[in-house]
């Protein structure tokens, strides 16, 4: 029987509805919010996988274009590869459920969230972490939630709980927290250059909120809830546990604080081999048992070096960053390329830069009008990187994620459209790792931005902290490593400028986190990045004054949009001819944006004027070099831009006297003019010896410099004229200077 449930949170009211839709699922929920619809939806294999050492928990997120009223792009007119947007989503969700299953469960579980409907005003990405929250606890799927999830913004100095579509792009801060009574288990972050004690706040309003959540999920649990299945642990085989207790312990103790990763990986396999082989007859197929008793053994040997040693796996003091090196300009032919290492994390990030309009990203999902991106930062993870040996696939959900963190950390400082008129797209290939490849995709993309030109306006670094606690003991790392994630109980990756923080993202499986400890984290993560700024200062500290050589010059102009046609010409024959005649790349916008690529400079500014040319009007008093067209026997017409003329009268060629049309142009001269005058008929009389005068002048000028000497070589010529003798010629001057009527029939005026 169907059943719906309500909250007023926000000023909106959330509903959750179960017993209508997926009724075969272990459960479901539909939830609603505004108009914005999600079906959640969970269930859990009836037996354990064999052989596995995690948990497979599956987390899909499908976004339906009708939920948009909107039709997939493309010839296949149907739903593919998930959207980056929705891939992003499922991983919050994923990482706001995972830490709350049984460590020891082995049963897949599923967990599928389906937009069906969007209102353009309700997101319904935060729907769905909720929504599956609560299919999850009123499932008979064992699992230690609720969780609640809001969204954060800040729009002049005012929070705002789950801001709408409309709201979000005004706010300086969006935060997206995940949590439960105990504390936060997810946050994902981005802002613009955000103080610490701000995201504290944040975080502190946003538990709140999620207490509120929490509480409602839990009274709809008591209500229509199913009894949890019990999912009995691992039994032990205690005869293997003794002897490496009572053998190892100290053996796998000292393998832990080898500090080179391949090194102490080699120690541990070694000692896991020995275990493995040791029980071979007694334990034949106990190799899984082994590998997840090895891994027990070294959490606690981690754990215990922190909190009970104070000292960390390579030796480091807990705020002691690894060494650093940073390096630019590493690759000869690319627009702008760092290489960033950390410890055993490298990251070789490149910059490419390309044209508006034809090289940005276009977005295709759900939001109508959607914007395209002019920023784009792509994160690969090839194997060699931890040296493996995997097929090379196209990019899986953690290399989405990582790049979505580091291009989130970069976008605040990105230069405006009308500043620095490029797409840029940034590549982070990571070469090795050992912890926080994002944050090194963040420096790395830093620094090679700066290397290709691109004007950001600060610099900005990332630091990944984490946190070992037990009791009433912790310990909070400064530049995890591997092998510290892993153990850990926290991953708390903060990216930002010498200012404030632009990125923020946190998993957490230690329940719940302090006011205190939050303080403590943030603090030592700006002390460490101020670190790195500095380190990554010693190689470039602001961005080349210079494009690189290798970049493509893009000039934009804005024009009036009535004069696209203009440029497009008909069936697009003049934008074709200007490609073709300068090489240049040109994009035109409906709001009369002309964006220009080219690789010389020269071809640009030689697409430029004539696009300028186009779409230029006539003003009297304009100087202008013109092309002479066509002569008639009173003076010779004159293009001053491409398919507007002028008339050059013969009487204001020269101060000298010109006996003859033909003995002072030909067809295809150059001639520097002026606009005398446009007449109320939109005709153009033009005049050169009024600026005979000026050549001096005009000589300095790149425009008319070329043009000066052939205008003094023509005027010395036409010095050598014969004078003339008595007046000038009768029909000397143009018809609408003499007020002669244009020629024709005459009307019947009757008889005389």
Same mark, same amino acid.
């Given at each position: ?42 269930? #859990? ?59 020891? #469960? ?101 538990? %709140? ?18 009894? %949890?299945?019990?999912?009995? !642990? ?28 391949? %090194? ?78 950390? /410890? ?46 995997? !097929? ?57 931005? #700066? ?157 430029? %004027? ?10 009297? /008093? ?131």
């Amino acid at each position: 029987m169907a059943e719906t449930f309500s909250l007023e949170l926000g000023g909106k009211t959330l509903s959750f509805e179960t017993g209508r839709m997926a009724k075969q699922a272990n459960a479901s929920i539909l939830a609603q919010w505004g108009e914005t619809v999600v079906l959640v939806t969970s269930v #859990m294999s009836d037996k354990p996988r064999e052989g596995l050492d995690f948990f497979p928990l599956l987390v899909d997120y499908e976004e339906r274009y009708y939920s948009a009223g909107k039709i997939p792009g493309g010839f296949i007119k149907r739903e593919g590869r998930p959207a980056e947007s929705a891939i992003l989503t499922a991983r919050v969700i994923d990482r706001s459920i995972r830490s709350l299953f049984p460590e020891h #469960m082995r049963n897949d579980v599923h967990v599928v969230g389906t937009v069906l409907s969007v209102d353009q005003l309700n997101m319904p990405g935060i729907l769905a972490v909720n929504a599956a929250s609560a299919a999850l606890a009123i499932s008979d799927i064992p699992w230690n939630g609720p969780i609640g999830a809001v969204r954060i913004g800040y729009v002049n100095g005012e929070f705002i709980v789950n801001p709408t579509e409309k709201e979000l792009p005004e706010s300086s801060l969006d935060i997206i927290v995940a949590g439960h009574r105990g504390g936060i288990t997810m946050v994902e972050a981005g802002a613009n250059e955000a103080s610490e004690a701000l995201l504290i706040d944040a975080l502190e309003l946003a538990q %709140k909120e999620i207490n509120k959540i929490v509480d409602f999920i839990e009274e709809m649990r008591s209500k229509v809830g199913r009894k %949890k299945i019990e999912i009995a !642990p691992p039994a032990h085989i205690e005869e293997i546990d003794e002897w490496v207790v009572n053998t190892l312990s100290n053996e796998i103790y000292e393998a832990i604080q080898i500090h080179e990763k391949q %090194k102490r990986a080699a120690a541990l396999a070694a000692i896991s081999e020995r275990i493995v082989e040791r029980f071979a007859e007694s334990h034949p197929d106990s190799g899984g048992y082994i590998a997840g008793l090895m891994d027990e053994m070294t959490k606690k040997g981690v754990r215990r070096l922190i909190l009970d040693d104070g000292r960390r796996a390579d030796g480091r003091e807990m705020n002691q960053l690894r060494p650093i090196t940073c390096e630019v300009g590493v690759l000869p032919r690319t627009h702008g390329s760092a290489l960033f290492t950390r /410890g055993e994390t490298q990251s070789l990030a490149v910059t490419t830069l390309g044209m508006v309009g034809t090289d940005d990203q276009m977005l295709d999902g759900l939001k109508w009008d959607e914007p395209s991106k002019r920023f784009i930062l792509h994160y690969n993870f090839p194997p060699y990187s931890v040296g493996e040996v995997r !097929p090379m696939r196209s990019p899986g959900r953690r290399e989405i994620g990582h790049g979505a963190l580091a291009e989130r950390a970069l976008r605040p400082m990105m230069p405006s459209e009308e500043e620095f008129p490029y797409v840029v797209r940034v590549v982070s290939d990571i070469l090795e790792s050992n912890g926080s490849s994002s944050m090194a995709s963040v420096c790395g993309g830093s620094l090679s931005m #700066m290397d290709a030109g691109v004007p950001i306006k600060k610099p900005v670094a990332g630091i990944a902290m984490g946190l070992i606690a037990d009791g009433g003991k912790f310990g909070i790392l400064t530049d995890i490593q591997g092998l510290e994630d892993h153990y850990g109980d926290m991953d708390f990756k903060v990216a930002g400028t010498k200012d404030g923080v632009t990125a923020l993202q946190m998993d957490n499986k230690a329940g719940g986190i302090t006011r205190a400890i939050l303080e403590q984290a943030l603090a030592q993560a700006r002390e460490g990045r101020m670190k790195i700024l500095e380190n990554m200062g010693s190689a470039i500290s602001s961005a080349r004054p210079e494009l690189s050589p290798n970049a493509p010059r893009i000039i934009t102009l804005s024009v009036d949009p009535e004069k696209i046609r203009e440029i497009i010409g008909p069936g697009g024959k003049t934008i074709r001819s200007i490609v073709a005649q300068t090489k240049a790349k040109i994009d035109v916008e409906d709001d009369g944006r002309v964006f220009i690529s080219a690789m010389e400079s020269e071809a640009a500014d030689m697409a430029r %004027k004539i696009i300028s040319d186009l779409t230029r009007d006539i003003k009297a /008093g304009e100087i202008y070099v013109g092309k002479v067209t066509r002569m008639i026997n009173f003076g010779v017409f004159v293009e001053l831009l491409p398919g507007k003329e002028g008339l050059l009268h013969v009487s204001e060629i020269s101060t000298n006297h010109i006996p003859r049309i033909e003995d002072a142009f030909e067809v295809g001269d150059g001639v520097l003019v002026i606009v005398k005058e446009i007449d109320d008929m939109n005709r153009v009389n033009l005049s050169r010896k009024r600026v005979l005068d000026r050549m001096e002048e005009l000589s300095s000028d790149p425009t008319f410099a070329e043009q000066i000497p052939l205008e003094r070589e023509r005027e010395e010529r036409y010095s050598k004229f014969p004078k003339s003798e008595g007046n000038p010629r009768r029909d000397s001057r143009p018809p609408h200077e003499r007020g002669d009527r244009p020629r024709g029939p005459r009307p019947d005026r009757g008889r005389r």
